[in-house]
């Protein structure tokens, strides 16, 4: 069985509105945790997963890739970075 994060804390000058983005995110509920991921789309492939979470408020950011990499960098609405990673998980 594999292990998975269930909480980490991340700083946020408005924790609601950066819950509701990672609840939409990650179709999760609000609990009392702010929380910062790399995620890995689970029913479509990265680069629709890609634009779905640049529709909810994700950016792209530049933390001097390459372009070779299999990941997206891109920050949630107030500016924490985040990976979107190539694996689907199921």
Do not use: Y
């Amino acid at each position: 069985m594999a292990s998975r994060i269930s909480e980490l804390v991340i700083p946020s000058l408005d924790p609601r509105r950066l819950a509701a983005f990672w609840c939409e995110v990650l179709d999760f509920t609000v609990l009392e945790l702010r929380m910062h991921f790399d995620v890995n789309a689970t029913d479509r492939d990265q680069d629709a997963e890609l634009e779905r979470l640049l529709k909810v408020g994700a950016r792209r950011v530049d933390i001097g890739q390459t372009g070779e990499e299999s990941w997206h960098c891109l920050a949630d609405p107030e500016g924490n970075e985040f990976c979107l990673l190539r694996t689907r998980l199921s």
